[in-house]
């Protein structure tokens, strides 16, 4: 039912409930069968041990599973351990990782209050908020938490915070008028208060129309519930990858196996060598190399104040084409704050940031000091005069104890260099009329230092235009004109089409009586208008120079909030996210479109205004429809839903809510829109450094495919044993892989467009590169082998040692061609020393296999002479000469 369009007897009557009485104990008795707890409810939870074993459904860990399985039959326990193990380990990480992702319908069940005063009975009790049923009448004052939805029947200067579920910036005044109108937002619902939200000011009295899961924030619940989560473009590569590289490598040990069997080698013999082949065919470390490379990934990001929930997302972010950036607190400060004042004619701007107190004052391009300005000087201290807000500091940062707006007044007199000391010993306030939501207005009764009694008003400055007698005017008090009055007006329209919230300040003198039997007709009426101070929830200074980077990448930014068109507009354009031809959306437009519909022009709007929870959800959905990377950013219970639905959710640190950090899978720890361009990069070059080492093991692994391959088809014996390969796969590439990991980025990550989210592992020319230099490798390795077995007939395991020392030394020499995709020459082979010792240390683990004799049996292994080494070096390092010189060649041309 729409409780807001309904009169207050009229909800009365539907409801079945009594305003003075409340609910009696058996109503409620009654109710509670029918309706429930006031409770959020949550989804069944997968077991630990079923959670656990998902970990393995993946195709590519089955078909390791049952290479595992093979070769322990075979007697191959070495290898069959060595590749259980590191399955175990990549289950155990990912079991652990998601145990702790699914925690958002908890921390959203801690933003219920606690306790809620309640009618019952005829009486006013506390009870907790589970058992508020559908009917009871609830009362509520400053500070409280709303327990439930409820429709209000009392509002007494009654303010309530919902940023947390509509995104506004500031406290929305409460009414109890019917309010009617299509399409409603929460934002404009003023006679209804809903669960979780804060009372910041007043108190009130409603009558709860929902509980539970059927309130705003229960329907919020509902949607992170089933809300999908999105796989990674990286986790969607890899399991292609896994895919490609399984079906090459049965169609491979068949080939191999008929081939052998052909030519009268024995079954098992020929199975074996199947066996090995699928070993090299699949890169067992791959899945560890990628966890640690994305772990070191997180541990760079946390030095850029970006903490990493969910390992996968560190790369999604460096293929992210659209962000979707909530407004308050992330593009904003969140600190309302006065920047421009106007009185008689003239107008000053006011410098500084958030609630620091320093700030210089501006008429034009000329600097001015206010003690030298009468109008400017009167119109600051009126301004904190009439105000009941502290700046106090916190951990060496300047907060506000109060009122957003009063707040706002009180740091730009003190920019100005006014104190509450000085104007207390000057002024002494000896009646107030509080701020009130129908007068629209707050008023004291001051006395001056001569003993001079006057009154301050600040208010709407509609409202004080009307109810002033005169205006101060270039200096002086002039009667209210039609001609002046269309100025003032003016100047409030023209403060107002900047998106500034507007308060002005008005004073009249009080001739000397009994001040107690003044009320606010008497000081409100026939004011002296002296001018307005505007404000407004400003732009964080970096982000401008951020979303100029992001949109040098190919990232568009898209603002969506629940704040005015107006105001949106005004940040957006200062911020270069709204360009001319850019479209701007409401909440209205967006219930009136389908996803499909809105799809056909998502990519026009750059900001969505007096948005909803669903409509962010449609937002995101319609965009990921036209292909893009979405990353949604937010800190309010409001986003939670589009957070985990995006592609990777980022929630602010500080200012947001444990919900909606629980949502998501990237937290900002200093609440900056920069820091996600500083994540971008770095997930960009976390992205390239994993296509390095992807191409460095898999034309590892095709020079072992090939190497085998190729001694079948000639009919010569195994060049390689299975535990070798094992050893080169797991071990020997291993460091150099994890030390691809760490490359700096190239100095034009950030000018490069966004990869496409259906871009292959392969794309850009890797796959040939794999096969080419993995070719060059494998031919190495095998005429290494023939070579040996020529000179040496009768000792097949020495011609092997000398193919195992050429492969690992290839390898290891095509490192460093893997980490430029021009050629091995384009870069300092010394950028990355990570590497330079990983190299070292590989090679010391290949020379203590074949020279330790206690590894030599394991390994099946003999010491080299050093004239084979002369071979050896020689003939890795072919492949990387040949392509350097193809490199220069091509420069050349």
């Given at each position: 039912m729409k409780f807001h369009e309904m009169r207050q007897e009229d909800i009365e009557q539907s409801l079945n409930t009594n305003y003075q009485e409340g609910l009696s104990t058996e109503e409620v008795a009654i109710r509670r069968k029918q309706f429930g707890y006031n409770q959020l409810e949550e989804a069944e939870k997968q077991s630990a041990l079923l959670l656990f074993f998902s970990q393995f459904k993946d195709f590519m860990v089955l078909v390791l599973l049952a290479a595992t399985l093979i070769s322990g039959l075979l007697g191959e326990y070495i290898d069959a351990i060595a590749i259980i193990a590191i399955v175990f380990i990549n289950g155990f990480l990912g079991f652990f990782q998601e145990r702790k992702a699914e925690r958002s319908l908890q921390?959203?069940?801690?933003?219920?209050?606690p306790q809620v005063s309640v009618l019952r009975d005829g009486k006013w009790v506390k009870i907790v908020s589970k058992d508020v049923i559908i009917g009871d009448v609830i009362r509520f004052?400053?500070?409280?938490?709303?327990?439930?939805?409820?429709?209000?029947?009392?509002a007494n200067n009654l303010e309530i915070e919902e940023s947390a579920l509509t995104g506004e910036s500031l406290p929305v005044t409460k009414s109890t008028n019917p309010v009617n109108g299509e399409n409603m937002s929460l934002g404009d619902l003023e006679n209804m208060a809903f669960m979780g939200t804060m009372v910041t000011r007043g108190n009130g009295i409603g009558v709860v129309t929902s509980i539970g899961m059927k309130t705003a924030m229960g329907q919020i619940a509902d949607m992170i519930q089933n809300a999908e989560t999105m796989t990674t473009p990286l986790q969607r590569r890899l399991e292609e990858l896994g895919k490609i590289l399984i079906t090459v490598a049965l169609v491979l040990t068949g080939l191999v196996v008929g081939i052998g069997v052909i030519q009268g080698h024995d079954m098992y013999t020929m199975f074996l060598a199947g066996v090995s082949l699928a070993v090299a065919a699949i890169p067992e470390g791959l899945p560890a190399i990628v966890t640690v490379a994305l772990s070191l990934g997180v541990q760079r990001m946390i030095k850029k104040k970006a903490i990493v929930?969910?390992?996968?997302?560190?790369?999604?972010?460096?293929?992210?084409?659209?962000?979707?950036?909530?407004?308050?607190?992330?593009?904003?400060?969140?600190?309302?704050?006065?920047?421009?004042?106007?009185?008689?004619?003239?107008?000053?701007?006011?410098?500084g940031t958030g609630y620091e107190p320093d700030g210089q004052f501006y008429t034009g391009e000329k600097r001015v000091t206010p003690h030298s300005e009468n109008a400017l000087?009167?119109?600051?201290?009126?301004?904190?005069?009439?105000?009941?807000?502290?700046?106090?500091?916190?951990?060496?940062?300047?907060?506000?104890?109060?009122?957003?707006?009063?707040?706002?007044?009180?740091?730009?007199?003190?920019?100005?260099?006014?104190?509450?000391?000085?104007?207390?010993?000057?002024?002494?306030?000896v009646k107030e009329f509080p701020f009130d939501s129908t007068r629209k207005m707050m008023s004291i009764i001051v006395v001056d230092q001569n003993g001079k009694h006057f009154s301050v008003t600040k208010g709407a400055p509609d409202v004080l235009v009307g109810k002033s007698e005169s205006i101060l005017w270039e200096g002086r008090l002039q009667p209210k004109s039609p001609e002046v009055t269309e100025k003032v007006e003016g100047a409030i329209s023209e403060m107002s089409s900047n998106a500034l919230r507007n308060i002005a300040i008005a004073y009249k003198p009080i001739k000397e009586r009994a001040v107690e039997a003044l009320v606010e007709e008497d000081v409100e009426e026939g004011v002296t208008f002296i001018g307005l101070q505007g404000m407004i929830d400003p732009p964080r200074p970096e982000v401008k120079q951020a979303?100029?980077?992001?949109?040098?990448?190919?990232?568009?930014?898209?603002?969506?909030?629940?704040?005015?068109?107006?105001?949106?507009?005004?940040?957006?354009?200062?911020?270069?996210?709204?360009?001319?031809?850019?479209?701007?959306?409401?909440?209205?437009?967006?219930?009136?479109?389908?996803?499909?519909?809105?799809?056909?022009?998502?990519?026009?709007?750059s900001v969505f205004a007096r948005v909803s929870p669903e409509h962010k959800l449609k937002i995101v959905k319609a965009l990921q429809n036209r292909g893009h990377v979405v990353a949604m950013t937010g800190d309010g219970v409001n986003d939670a839903p589009a957070i985990k639905s995006s592609d990777i959710g980022v929630a602010m640190g500080i200012t947001g809510t444990d919900v909606s950090k629980e949502s998501s899978s990237l937290v900002l720890l200093d609440d900056n829109f920069a820091t996600i361009k500083s994540?971008?990069?770095?997930?960009?070059?976390?992205?390239?450094?994993?296509?390095?080492?992807?191409?460095?093991?898999?034309?590892?692994?095709?020079?072992?495919?090939?190497?085998?391959?190729?001694?079948?088809i000639l009919a010569l014996p195994?060049?390689?044993?299975?535990?070798?390969?094992?050893?080169?796969?797991?071990?020997?590439?291993?460091?150099?892989?994890?030390?691809?990991?760490?490359?700096k980025p190239e100095d034009d990550v950030m000018r490069r467009k966004p990869r496409h989210p259906k871009e292959g592992v392969f794309a850009r020319g890797l796959g040939w590169k794999v096969v080419s230099r993995g070719f060059l490798i494998g031919g190495a390795t095998l005429l290494a082998f023939m070579l040996s077995y020529k000179t040496h007939p009768d000792h097949l395991a020495y011609a092997q040692t000398v193919a195992f020392a050429t492969l690992v030394m290839a390898q290891l020499i095509h490192v460093f061609d893997c980490r430029s995709e021009v050629s091995v020459f384009s870069r300092n082979p010394f950028g990355n020393m990570y590497l330079v010792f990983a190299v070292l240390s590989s090679l010391i683990l290949m020379l203590l296999v074949i020279y330790?004799?206690?590894?030599?049996?394991?390994?099946?292994?003999?010491?080299?002479?050093l004239k084979d080494w002369l071979l050896i070096i020689g003939l890795s390092s072919v492949p990387t000469f040949l392509l350097a010189g193809s490199f220069f060649a091509r420069k050349k041309q």
């Open positions: 921390a959203l069940k801690e933003l219920s209050a004052a400053s500070g409280d938490r709303i327990g439930a939805d409820v429709r209000l029947i009392e929930r969910k390992l996968p997302a560190v790369e999604t972010l460096g293929c992210a084409s659209v962000i979707c950036s909530d407004k308050t607190g992330t593009l904003t400060q969140n600190k309302m704050t006065v920047t421009h004042l106007w009185s008689g004619g003239r107008t000053w701007t006011v410098t000087q009167q119109l600051l201290t009126f301004g904190m005069l009439c105000n009941h807000a502290e700046l106090v500091t916190r951990e060496k940062t300047f907060i506000v104890d109060g009122d957003p707006t009063e707040g706002a007044l009180l740091v730009a007199g003190l920019k100005a260099g006014l104190s509450r000391e000085s104007l207390q010993k000057k002024f002494t306030i979303v100029k980077e992001c949109r040098a990448a190919g990232i568009k930014t898209v603002m969506i909030t629940g704040d005015h068109v107006l105001t949106a507009k005004a940040i957006a354009k200062q911020l270069g996210i709204l360009k001319n031809k850019d479209r701007v959306m409401d909440g209205k437009e967006l219930n009136a479109m389908e996803v499909h519909e809105l799809e056909e022009i998502v990519d026009e709007v994540a971008i990069q770095e997930g960009r070059n976390i992205y390239e450094n994993i296509r390095k080492f992807i191409r460095y093991l898999l034309a590892s692994n095709v020079g072992e495919i090939l190497v085998m391959l190729f001694a079948m195994l060049p390689l044993v299975p535990i070798q390969i094992l050893w080169v796969n797991l071990v020997t590439d291993g460091l150099p892989a994890m030390a691809l990991g760490l490359d330790i004799p206690s590894l030599q049996p394991i390994f099946h292994t003999v010491p080299i002479v």
